[in-house]
């Protein structure tokens, strides 16, 4: 099976261009009609419906950002009836507040017709085992995948997160031929079938991995190779935009992203202005029939490109490049993206703490490690060592239930830390991607 | 007169990086404080040093001054004797009286060995630990002479 839907996949991109155009227009009509929200966004921008009047003037129309959603929390965004919703999905926010991204039968129809043609374009079919090793629940990894592979006709195991050595025993039982996790699980697992003298290669089926959710490189695709045989397939999509959605294809050259479901610019950071293809910018997606919440020109802050030229795998939707930064100060930790104002904001809640803070990451193996280095007040002092340990024990479980990530804590003396007079550098990164 | 058996310890935080006892050292020095009794304990990623000293309100200052976390605790010293027996002695008295020992660490200053304690029963005060470890026969080490 070469595609899942091959006529809108190939289809010419003028044809696509004419599609896109139409779908937009649709859509800014409906939303300048519903959604008070952005109804405001296009009078204060002084753009009305009328004036879409060709795929170039979408640039005319405001753009959307996270912020957006933190303040319309929870679900003042919504812009059809509330019963007919289906889903929520759940993500840390910038400040502690989380954003919900909400999900209509057809949202979640559209997200899973993204991941299944993602899927076939990677090689998948019928009679392939899916391990969905994404976590299941708030997070839009495993369901996503989960009703991707479902859609498309694979077998799947809704395996979830942790668990490395079950995982393994699953991938030879249920003979798994794919997997899909975040790129430093996967490596994980490899250490973990070796130390169970478990060779992926030879004993077991699987042959390829769809990897995401935080950043990787080529090398970590090289390695992956060498070591287990598996090809990786990278996967981009962010719950604002439903969830991980876009996959290279079998020329593991670049992210399809399927023209007649999302619209896809890249911005000048600074000046908001659209970039040519293969100039670096934010990246910007207009989901097209999304229902529930529709996102239009959400200026998602990974920093790429739109690769140019025709892909020889026929598919015409545009391809982006690897992500290559953030435009913001988010982290990604072991796949959830983490703000440092999250993590300031969850430290106002100890009180033996200043508000001075600073984060280190690391990867020991394949795992990140977040270390966050907090300065106690001067009462904070006790003689009791368990008190202490009980502060730094406190201070990660809060950490813990902000983030949806564990971090680990180091207690240090006031006024030790570093003080910024102009933008506070509270974060050193380690790690090599 | 039990308050005049009341030593004030000094805890201080430290980070557990090298350097940082030395630096700690260099504080009591400078300031010409005598240590007479001192341990380390160990926790995640940081440690407490407890110190009984000379001059302690002297030196508290000091190091707060150099932004290091610490905190006076009252304890009490108990002289030992230097023969086989010598701290069951002390701690057969204090399990017959009914007080805890949270930590304890030995010193030989002020001539006889000492036994530092902190008595954690929270509904004992210093005060009746002091008179119930009289009353066993032990003898207590004066704040007054600790400063010697």
Known sequence: MAYYNEKIETLPRAELEKLQYQEMKVLVERLYANSVFYHDKMKAAGVLPSDIKSIADIAKLPTMKKTDLRNNYPDKLVCCPKEDLVRYHVSSGTTGKPTVVAYTKNDVELWAEAVARSLVSCGLGRGDVLQVAYGYGLFTGGLGLHYGGEKMGTTVIPASTGNSERQIELILDLETTAVACTPSYFIHLIDVAKKMDVDIAKDTKLRTAILGAEPWSESMRQYIHEQSGVVAHNIFGTSEISGPMFTDCGELNGMHICGDIAYTEILDPETGEVLPPGEKGELTMTILKKEAIPMIRYRIGDITSILEGDCPCGRTSPRIDRLQGRVDDMLVIRGINVFPSAVEHALLRVPELTSHFMLEITRTGPLDDMLVKVELKPDAMTDSINGLIGLQSRVERTLRDALNVSAKVELCPPNSLPRFEGKAKRVMDHRVF | ?148
């Not at chain 2, 530092?116 to 002091?130: D, G, P, Q």
């Open chain 2, 1 to 148: 007169m039990t308050s005049e058996y009341r030593i004030k310890q000094l805890s201080i935080f430290a980070p557990n990086t090298p350097g940082t006892l030395a630096e700690i050292a260099k504080i009591f020095l400078d300031n010409e404080v005598n240590i007479s009794a001192f341990c380390i304990a160990e926790a995640n990623n940081f440690g407490v040093v407890r110190a009984v000293v000379d001059k302690p309100d002297a030196v508290f200052a000091a190091f707060e001054k150099k932004n290091y976390l610490l905190k006076f605790t009252d304890v009490v010293a108990v002289k030992m004797s230097d023969v086989p027996g010598g701290l069951y002695d002390v701690a057969s008295k204090f399990g017959a009286a009914g007080l805890n020992i949270e930590y304890a660490y030995a010193s030989r200053s002020t001539t006889t060995p000492t036994l530092v304690v902190y008595v954690s029963n929270t509904n004992i005060s210093l005060e009746a630990a002091v008179e119930k470890i009289l009353a066993s026969g032990l003898v207590l080490v004066r704040a007054a002479e600790m400063r010697i």
